[in-house]
């Protein structure tokens, strides 16, 4: 049995006639979607990427959407697009803003009730919960880091905006 060269198969694993290979369903389906990422802004895009990003989704994940800009061109509208840098500076002081509000809520729901805690002679004692405040004390402080540098990024973005300046 002889076999026929140009219906080989190479290392990808895309069979090859004559010197042209032929591209996998899914091959092409990615470069179609490739191709359809929006390049040039359009308020419609600006104003949905900054109502995602008030729903609590980043950036990152915004773009990882094949019907979104890449973060490189979305950093190219920021900074080129003074109503879009302001509007996004403004979702980002929000944003920021809501994140000091879950703290104060962390705070909040730290418990200084004391807790039934069995001793190793098996007594029963009441002893204040020692597990719940520094957990509470660590989220309290990641959050405040990031609101801080949300907020000084809204205030480079966009100086003379209000709501990032509050």
Request: proline residues 5%.
């Amino acid at each position: 049995m002889t076999r026929n060269p140009a219906r080989q198969q190479n290392i990808a694993g895309s069979r090859v006639h004559g010197d042209e290979p032929m591209t996998h369903a899914s091959d092409q389906k990615d470069q179609q979607l490739a191709a359809e990422r929006p390049t040039e802004f359009t308020n419609e895009i600006g104003e949905i990427i900054c109502d995602r990003i008030i729903d609590d989704e980043t950036l990152h994940s915004i773009c990882s959407d094949a019907r979104m800009p890449e973060m490189a061109t979305v950093a190219l509208w920021l900074a080129n697009n003074a109503e879009f840098r302001d509007r996004y500076a403004c979702v980002r002081a929000l944003q920021a803003y809501g994140i000091l509000d879950e703290t104060i809520e962390l705070v909040d729901e730290v418990s200084i009730e004391p807790m039934e805690t069995v001793r190793a002679n098996g007594r029963v004692v009441l002893a204040p919960d020692r597990k719940g405040l520094p957990r509470c004390r660590l989220r309290c402080e990641a959050r405040d880091l990031v609101a801080d540098a949300l907020l000084a990024r809204a205030r480079q973005l966009s100086p003379s905006n209000p709501i990032a300046n509050l």
